[in-house]
């Protein structure tokens, strides 16, 4: 067998969705909020087994005021043990439910907003080494705040919430100067100011 890193395909880098024979899958561990896979596999002619955390998927908002302000909310993460600003994003936990009707949700919830305008700004698998987790980051503007008794009840870690507009230029600052840390954050500001830049993305 081959093994190379060379290729010499001169198409469009482009990832591409690929379907492998699975011999065997069983729950390795079913928690609270996520399960554990254990898949036995066939990658070309070697027979694999991998465990992931498999995941309902999520969405996350960029949302971004008449002053190119975007809104982060402050969470503490238990695993990294850390308070992070972060762009509203969660789960993919409603049946049935559209993921731009899912941002609409949790831009409500977590940073009592609307929007009229939504457009898709980019897709992406936080960790595909380990989980199947798929997020989709929505660039909301036209916002409006909700009325105070038309609010979501906040719970749990979301009780304590701190809400913060934030110049985009400065927040990308933070990302690339290390001061931010989470994946949806990261991806989402340096997004948004590329498309705020060049609104066409299929264009340099």
């Given at each position: 067998?081959?093994?190379?890193?060379?290729?010499?395909d001169t198409?469009?880098?482009?990832?591409?969705?690929?379907?492998?024979?699975?011999?065997?899958?069983?729950?390795?561990?079913?928690?609270?909020?996520?399960?554990?896979?254990?898949?036995?596999?066939?990658?070309?002619?070697?027979?694999?087994?991998?465990?992931?955390?498999?995941?309902?998927?999520?969405?996350?908002?960029?949302?971004?005021?008449?002053?190119?302000?975007?809104?982060?909310?402050?969470?503490?993460?238990?695993?990294?043990?850390?308070?992070?600003?972060?762009?509203?994003?969660?789960?993919?936990?409603?049946?049935?439910?559209?993921?731009?009707?899912?941002?609409?949700?949790?831009?409500?919830?977590?940073?009592?907003?609307?929007?009229?305008?939504?457009?898709?700004?980019?897709?992406?698998?936080?960790?595909?080494?380990?989980?199947?987790?798929?997020?989709?980051?929505?660039?909301?503007?036209?916002?409006?705040?909700?009325?105070?008794?038309?609010?979501?009840?906040?719970?749990?870690?979301?009780?304590?919430?701190?809400?913060?507009?934030?110049?985009?230029?400065?927040a990308v600052?933070?990302?690339?100067?290390?001061?931010?840390?989470?994946?949806?954050?990261?991806?989402?500001?340096?997004?948004?100011?590329?498309r705020t830049?060049?609104?066409?993305?299929?264009?340099?």
């Amino acid at each position: 067998m081959t093994n190379t890193l060379d290729d010499s395909d001169t198409a469009p880098v482009r990832d591409v969705a690929r379907s492998v024979p699975v011999q065997d899958r069983h729950t390795a561990f079913g928690g609270a909020i996520w399960s554990v896979q254990r898949e036995t596999f066939t990658l070309e002619d070697e027979q694999l087994t991998r465990e992931f955390v498999e995941h309902p998927g999520a969405v996350a908002v960029v949302a971004l005021d008449d002053k190119d302000q975007v809104c982060l909310v402050r969470q503490y993460r238990h695993p990294v043990r850390s308070e992070l600003w972060e762009i509203p994003a969660g789960l993919l936990d409603v049946p049935g439910e559209s993921l731009v009707d899912a941002a609409r949700r949790e831009l409500a919830e977590e940073a009592d907003l609307s929007a009229n305008d939504w457009s898709v700004l980019m897709d992406h698998y936080p960790t595909p080494g380990s989980s199947s987790e798929a997020i989709r980051i929505f660039l909301a503007r036209g916002l409006q705040e909700i009325p105070a008794e038309q609010r979501h009840a906040r719970e749990a870690e979301e009780a304590h919430m701190i809400r913060h507009w934030v110049p985009l230029d400065e927040a990308v600052t933070a990302a690339l100067n290390g001061r931010l840390h989470n994946a949806n954050t990261l991806i989402g500001v340096m997004a948004a100011r590329l498309r705020t830049r060049n609104p066409d993305p299929d264009q340099p």
